[in-house]
């Protein structure tokens, strides 16, 4: 090599490394700046949350127009909050059927020749990605992430156009759209809308044989965590590299062949359990290196050793039964809607929630971002999985096959998350006209998640009409008379357990592992709360009332042999419905100790009390 081309590679070199630098410094000061993705970590990556240009296409006129090719729009928003949202710096909540965003790209030239990851943790609903005026990639789905390999159409070393075009015809009934309000303004239980990206953008390269994922999953019965690894592409002789730490201490390790046919078993001496009282995780490193030994990829991971199970109607974690004692979770936020406005946010909604007594959360109507997860697996909590399925119109095959394919996606992204314990596609399908098309497709969401993960429980839809297949029966009652609610919850003298809906529903007997997924949902106003706030039933009229009857409510089903658990609705406010633990801002509205020795009384102690009120009664 010559005096002048050494030049201009270390030219290049200085350049590129001068980039990344100031990339990072100007990180610091970026909205959730956090890597997005904690349970498979690249140390070399571009967070492009921060200033991005956009505008509104209520005309539905943008493309015809050329917005595709633009260089800038006039707005200003804050990514990765949804326009809605005051901290996007917009607060435009009427709806919004479509939108443009751009921002200026530059890929450092030492990524040149790798693959350029370009990844959405979440545009709601669909989504067209342009880069200097090319449609490379369209996605449809609000909750699921998605990535798309750019290096083909991006300028190394040089500024480029990124245009993301999103689509969100919320009126539509084909979108799964969770809670989400179809009027203009907030309603019962329906809130603010949610467009576009509402979740971390971020960039990272990929040598040629790096890695695309990998499944863990553990086997507590056999002392080992199996790994499954997908390449982008299998290079002859390269080989993968599997590292199991605790602590630092490397208690595992194997090396095979990077090959996306491999299962790699990797053994682990006295495996330390993970659980909620003891949230133990393994460090994982994985490693790819080419056949000369040059390593291609790097990632940084963690794996929890827990099983969970049912038998004979008990669930099980770890071989031992277990009680769930869940909250229900809508994971809104007063600034950010569907974003928690920081990483610390979403480790403290999960830290409210073990304060007062949970063990876990039901994660409803809404698939949490990643960052919850990785809280999650950290604190030792319980979480339930489940899709934002409202919205919908049950008769429409492409409503199914919408959430069908966004339901499987998330899935295979949160797989590996050890708080996850059961995965629940649907809430509450009652309407009754429609019974046909919503059993069927009930019955594709059940067998289409026993497919992608055979290791967990599917609760196939939580309360409402139970027309199929499901591995756990869950009904909402709120009932809020403790002993109307007693007599409710008994099995009748058959062996059956409580149906809401039993004329649209398949019984559920003696056997069937069975649980109330929502009760109380207590209201608690203060005088400053407008007229269209509410909660579930009438309401107590002082604070000693309340507890009363939180406590009579909850011990019922502490006290039911047949139970594996209840979920309290809810955790906090959200917007116009009143019936949190904590207020929207997340204040506390009650005392902590008092609602701990209510949410973490034994099953024991439960039978006790309500013998006691029984009797009291009588």
């Known amino acids: 090599m010559n005096n002048m081309c050494k030049y201009q590679t270390m030219k290049k070199t200085i350049c590129g490394l001068l980039l990344l630098a100031a990339t990072a410094v100007w990180a610091d000061s970026l909205p959730r700046k956090e890597y997005p993705r904690p349970q498979f970590e690249r140390s070399s990556w571009v967070n492009l949350n921060g200033t991005w240009s956009y505008c509104f296409d209520f005309g539905l006129s943008g493309v015809e127009r050329g917005f595709a090719k633009s260089k800038g729009f006039e707005g200003a928003i804050t990514v990765p909050f949804c326009p809605e949202s005051k901290l996007s710096g917009i607060g435009h909540t009427d709806f919004i059927n479509a939108m443009w965003y751009h921002r200026k790209l530059n890929v450092p030239m030492e990524w040149k020749g790798m693959h350029v990851m370009l990844r959405f943790g979440g545009v709601d609903f669909r989504s067209c990605i342009y880069i200097n005026g090319k449609s490379v990639k369209e996605h449809f789905g609000g909750s699921s992430s998605f990535a798309i390999d750019i290096a083909p159409y991006v300028k190394f070393g040089q500024e480029n156009d990124l245009v993301v075009y999103v689509r969100d015809d919320l009126r539509s009934d084909v979108q799964p759209s969770g809670k989400q309000s179809f009027k203009y303004n907030s309603y019962s239980c329906s809130y603010t809308r949610v467009t576009g990206i509402w979740q971390t953008v971020w960039m990272e390269p990929v040598a040629r044989g790096g890695l695309k994922q990998v499944r863990i999953t553990p086997d507590v019965d056999n002392a080992q965590l199996l790994f499954e690894p997908d390449f982008f592409e299998a290079h002859e002789a ?94 809104y936020y007063p600034d950010g809607i569907w974003t928690a406005p920081s990483d610390e946010a979403l480790k403290h909604d999960i830290e409210l929630g073990k304060e007062v007594g949970f063990n876990g959360a039901r994660l409803h109507q809404k698939v949490f971002e990643q960052r919850y997860l990785y809280w999650a697996d950290r604190l030792g909590y319980l979480t339930w999985g489940e899709s934002a399925s409202w919205g919908m119109d049950w008769t429409s095959q492409v409503a199914g096959r919408n959430l069908i394919t966004e339901w499987e996606e998330c899935i295979e992204r949160d797989y590996n998350a050890p708080s996850i314990v059961a995965w629940s596609p649907l809430n509450e399908t009652w309407k009754a006209d429609v019974d046909e098309q919503r059993a069927r497709l009930t019955n594709d969401l059940y067998f289409a998640t026993k497919r992608m993960d055979r290791t967990r429980p599917v609760v196939s839809t939580s309360g409402g009409h139970h ?48 649980i ?68 929207y801002t997340r204040q506390p509205k009650f005392d902590a100790a008092r609602l701990r020795a209510i949410f973490g009384k034994s099953r024991e102690d439960a039978k006790k009390y309500v013998e006691e009120v029984v009797k009291a009664k009588k």
């Open 238 to 331: 390269a080989s993968f590299i599997v590292n199991v730490k605790a602590e630092g201490k490397l208690v595992g390790s194997r090396t095979v062949k990077a090959s996306n046919n491999s299962s790699i078993v990797v053994p682990i001496k006295k495996p330390r359990l993970w659980s909620p009282e003891s949230p133990f995780l393994y460090d994982v490193e994985f490693v790819v290196k080419d056949a000369q030994g040059k390593e291609l990829d790097r990632v940084a991971s963690y794996a929890g050793m827990r099983k969970v199970e049912l038998r004979n109607g008990i669930f099980y974690l770890n071989n031992e039964p277990y009680f769930m004692r869940l909250v229900l979770d809508q994971g």
């Open 516 to 583: 109330i997924d929502e009760y109380g949902g207590i209201g608690w106003f203060s005088k400053n709360d407008k007229e269209a706030a509410w909660g579930y039933g009438k309401g107590p009229k002082t604070i000693e009332e309340l507890y009363t009857r939180l406590d009579g409510l909850t011990s019922v089903l502490l006290s039911l042999d047949h139970m594996i658990g209840y979920c309290y609705t809810q955790l906090t406010d959200v917007e116009q419905e009143k019936n949190g633990i904590y207020t």
């Open 467 to 514: 027309e199929g297949f499901t591995d756990i029966y869950a009904e909402h009652s709120y009932e809020q008379d403790p002993l109307k609610f007693l007599r409710q919850q008994t099995p009748k003298k058959d062996g059956s357990y409580y149906v809401h809906y039993p004329k649209f529903s398949v019984p559920c007997r003696e056997g069937q592992a069975y």
